[in-house]
């Protein structure tokens, strides 16, 4: 099976993690149980994940000139993740990810930082490495304008593009068209699809839209009628960083040439992973182990 060649433009930060038996209420203190700093970002997620699952993976994205912004690149490379167009901004902070673990799960603030400098024009600047590749990868922790030009510019160059719409925003219509998966989770794509029933959705957009339901699964429709292809039990320890878990595992077996199904099934079984480490990036597995896990 080929190599897949993935570009991932989007956000890189440090995750600042708490640790807590449940979350505070408005006003209220509570003590924590734990606290770590590790790399994290949807876009550095899935990069590393990719990278990690056997795809050459090029990120393209901005850090700070600070300690955090060193330490995100040093993480790149120590996963194999190529940084020619990770460009440190001056004077400027990285993003960082505030995450409390809590109650089974996770809430998240994001200050986007140095992501802010993702821009079209720097997008444009890497249009010569896009056009090597098998698939590109974004989401929506950098600029709204950004998003649309790299839809715009893989539609034209011919080259699939994966939107994984996180944060949730509304989208413009032109880049549901011009992309060639989407893969919001249900709030997301209840966002998306304002007003649209997800059934409808799902039919409108077949073979296109992957609503992703926690560990119900991923749901999508084959043009025939609506499927969920199931998660894998296992023991939780940190849900952070399985969404992006699932994205890079769908993308790396999309770009590799698998079929939906078993491409959803990789990234299902991949995601489930994840969840059983600490840290966005944590959990993250092998190829090998992922291949392993199919088997079992």
Do not use: W
């Not at 734990?34 to 901005?62: D, T, W, Y």
Request: proline fraction near 4%; aromatic fraction near 6%; charge should be negative.
């Amino acid at each position: 099976m080929k190599k897949p060649k993935i570009a991932v433009i989007g956000s890189s930060s440090m995750d600042l993690v708490v640790t807590s038996k449940r979350r505070p209420l408005a006003g209220e203190t509570v003590l924590g149980e734990s606290f770590e700093m590790v790399p994290g970002g949807k876009g550095a997620n899935q990069a590393v994940a990719a990278a990690r699952l056997g795809a050459e993976v090029h990120m393209i994205g901005c850090v700070g000139d600070d300690t955090y912004g060193k330490d995100i690149l040093d993480n790149f490379k120590n996963n194999g993740v190529h940084i020619g167009y990770v460009k440190q901004i001056t004077n400027q902070s990285s993003g960082t990810a505030h995450i409390i673990l809590a109650e089974g799960d996770n809430s998240i603030v994001v200050v986007k930082g140095a992501n802010d400098f993702v821009t079209p024009e720097y997008v444009n600047q890497s249009l010569t490495l896009l056009k090597k590749f098998d698939l590109v990868m974004i989401q929506q922790e950098v600029p709204e304008e950004t998003v649309l030009e790299a839809v715009r510019l893989c539609h034209e160059i011919g080259v699939p593009l994966l939107l994984n719409p996180a944060p949730a925003r509304a989208i413009s219509n032109e880049v549901v068209d011009k992309a060639a998966y989407l893969t919001p989770n249900e709030h997301e794509a209840g966002m998306l699809f304002n007003g649209l029933e997800l059934s409808k959705a799902l039919e409108k957009y077949h073979n296109k839209l992957f609503i992703t339901e926690g560990a119900a699964g991923v749901r999508y429709h084959d043009g025939s009628g609506e499927h969920l292809v199931p998660s894998f039990p296992v023991k939780v320890v940190d849900t952070t960083g399985a969404g992006d878990t699932f994205n890079a595992a769908f993308g790396t077996a999309i770009a590799e040439g698998r079929d939906l199904k078993e491409s959803l099934r990789f990234a299902n079984r991949a995601a489930s992973m994840s969840v059983t480490g600490f840290g966005a990036q944590g959990g993250m597995p092998t190829r090998e182990e992922v291949e392993k896990g199919l088997a079992e």
